[in-house]
């Protein structure tokens, strides 16, 4: 966690971090592997984005899969993607793209999608597919080293057609260790849909979204898929998938459950919100007309309000949405925010405290209303803000802003060890390993030996990061 880096953002609510996808496969390095394959991610870092309400209804989905999966809870992580996308890392972390959520219609349908990723941890198929491909690998470099041999001999003699043969070993064996690797992941596909049914009927769960998810997905691939070569893709085609599910609902007697009129709600309202904060503004009025009184339409209108600077109207449509559903914590985190971004971080202490009493569990609560308890510079509200910031990064030590404010929270207190900690272990939550020694160091310096304090700076100074 600690070696993950991280951006900023402004929004204290909305946070984009960068965090790297331990990538599974080698392969588009080394054999030309459609970039459309779900397996391999891109290399470096994935930005992710932290958000309370999210997190919170992923894993109210996610949490009686996990149960029939017999899975220990993995981090589930929004990324500001508009594609239709999840997937699982080697670190056994599940990536849902902002698209997977705003594309889906109702909680089932991403339930579905999620359920499939599980499975994919369940099964240990990260691994599985490392180690099918490092075996592959060492097939096609004996393969390879045949083919060398042979164009070596060709160009020593003078004989094409040794050369020739050479060259045509080399292509072969990059073109059977590709489309090995892609069979035995389209079987990995399959076993993961076959699964996520397992799972969602053994839950009581209709597994109807997930039809209906695949199914649009075989509408939109039915063109680019005509014609393809079916050894050359990284899944089973989407109709097939289709006929193999249709198969097993048939046989459910869950098929016609829907989902609970609270629970769709919840979706429908991070949808709302997902929208308000990553499409442009007209594009959500287009998608939320005025003429839409529903609660979601009026979440998704407040946001673009706050969005474009406009703090007055933002907060009367806030205040309505408060009024209108009085114990939903996001709203009231959303007032808090508007409030602090626009500078009146006083105000935007009483929205903030609510949002955390009627969710106490969410440390990005308890980080937001720790920021504008410090933007105050109220030295009469620091011993608070440190108390509150220091339970949330010990739960979530990823959130490197609340390590930020807690050390300004310190320094109104005049600790200044404390406040250099408090900053070194900001620096090292954003993989900035130098600047965090730095600060340990000076920290460590002024906190007396042995105690918890000094210890966590003799961590950090001890730390040796892996070599990439």
């Known amino acids: 966690m600690g070696q993950e880096p991280v951006t900023s953002s402004t929004k204290p609510g909305w946070k984009v971090r960068l965090r790297p996808t331990g990538l599974a496969l080698l392969v588009a390095a080394t054999m030309a592997v459609p970039p459309t394959a779900t397996w391999a991610q891109g290399g470096g870092s994935t930005p992710i984005v932290r958000d309370?309400?999210?997190?919170?209804?992923?894993?109210d989905y996610i949490r009686p899969i996990l149960n029939a999966a017999g899975v220990s809870r993995p981090d589930i992580l929004l990324v500001p993607n508009p594609a239709f996308n999840a997937y699982v890392t080697g670190r056994g972390n599940i990536f849902v793209n902002v698209g997977a959520i705003v594309d889906t219609e109702t909680p089932n349908e991403l339930i579905g999608v999620l359920a499939h990723e599980i499975a994919h941890i369940a099964h240990n198929d990260v691994a599985q597919m490392t180690q099918q491909i490092e075996d592959t690998k060492v097939a096609m470099l004996l393969a390879g080293l045949v083919g060398v041999g042979a164009v070596a001999a060709g160009a020593a003699t003078g004989v094409d057609g040794v050369s020739q043969a050479g060259g045509g070993i080399l292509t072969g064996a990059i073109g059977i260790g590709q489309r090995s690797i892609l069979r035995y992941q389209r079987d990995k596909e399959a076993a993961a849909d076959r699964a996520a049914y397992q799972y969602l009927s053994g839950t009581g769960q209709s597994a109807a979204g997930m039809l209906a998810t695949l199914k649009r997905l075989a509408d939109q691939n039915l063109l680019t898929s005509q014609g393809a070569n079916p050894y050359l893709l990284s899944h089973p085609l989407p109709r097939e998938r289709v006929i193999e599910l249709e198969s097993m609902?048939?046989?459910?007697?869950?098929?016609?459950?829907?989902?609970t009129a609270e629970l769709q709600a919840r979706h429908d309202l991070l949808r709302a919100k997902l929208v308000g904060f990553t499409w442009p503004a007209q594009n959500v009025q287009r998608r939320y007309p005025l003429g839409d009184n529903s609660l979601a339409a009026r979440y998704a209108r407040a946001i673009v309000a706050y969005r474009t600077g406009k703090p007055g109207p933002a907060v009367e449509q806030i205040d309505a949405l408060i009024a209108s559903a009085p114990n939903n914590p996001y709203f009231h985190e959303l007032k808090g925010q508007a409030l602090l971004e626009t500078g009146n971080p006083q105000a935007a202490i009483?929205?903030?405290?609510?949002?955390?009493?009627?969710?106490?569990?969410?440390?990005?609560?308890?980080?937001?209303?720790?920021?504008?308890?410090?933007?105050?510079?109220?030295?009469?509200?620091?011993?608070?803000?440190?108390?509150?910031?220091?339970?949330?990064?010990?739960?979530?030590?990823?959130?490197?802003?609340?390590?930020?404010?807690?050390?300004?929270?310190?320094?109104l207190l005049d600790d200044i060890a404390m406040a250099q900690l408090a900053t070194a272990q900001g620096y090292f939550a954003e993989g900035n390993f130098k600047e965090a020694r730095m600060q340990a160091e000076r920290a460590q310096a002024?906190?007396?030996?042995?105690?918890?304090?000094?210890?966590?700076?003799?961590?950090?100074?001890?730390?040796?990061?892996?070599?990439?």
């Not at 309370?52 to 894993?59: I, N």
């Not at 955390?356 to 933007?375: T, W």
């Not at 608070?384 to 959130?399: C, F, N, R, T, W």
């Not at 002024?446 to 105690?451: E, H, M, R, V």
């Open 52 to 59: 309370a309400e999210a997190e919170a209804l992923l894993h």
């Open 249 to 259: 609902l048939a046989q459910s007697q869950y098929t016609g459950r829907a989902d």
């Open 350 to 411: 009483a929205p903030l405290r609510k949002a955390v009493s009627l969710s106490p569990n969410s440390n990005l609560l308890k980080v937001i209303l720790g920021q504008a308890l410090v933007a105050t510079d109220d030295r009469a509200v620091a011993a608070e803000a440190v108390k509150l910031l220091s339970v949330a990064m010990q739960g979530d030590p990823d959130v490197t802003t609340g390590y930020r404010a807690l050390a300004r929270a310190y320094a």
């Open 446 to 468: 002024k906190l007396k030996t042995g105690s918890p304090a000094w210890l966590r700076a003799d961590d950090i100074l001890n730390y040796k990061p892996p070599k990439s």
